[in-house]
């Protein structure tokens, strides 16, 4: 049997409010993981054509400094 029949299996014997737990947190599981993708998507498009630029500040431009 199957990770998804087994999940599947378990989830028939719930009562419907657990069910409906079930049904968020694999929501919350798909947008986390979505979200991943889209932020390394996003900070790639972002910073595309960048690379060869000459940085605009150095660091006798900082007024503070923490170590």
Known sequence: MSL????????HKL???KKAEVLN????????TDHKDWAAL????????????QPTYSLS????SFS
Do not use: H, T
């Not at 947190?25 to 986390?32: Q, T």
């Not at 498009?45 to 630029?53: F, K, N, V």
């Open 42 to 53: 996003s900070l790639a498009s972002a910073m595309r054509g960048m690379e060869s630029e």
């Open 4 to 11: 998804e029949e087994r999940i599947i299996e378990q989830v």
């Open 61 to 64: 431009d900082l007024k503070e």
């Open 25 to 32: 947190f694999v929501g919350y599981l798909n947008a986390k």
């Open 15 to 17: 009562p419907e409010d």
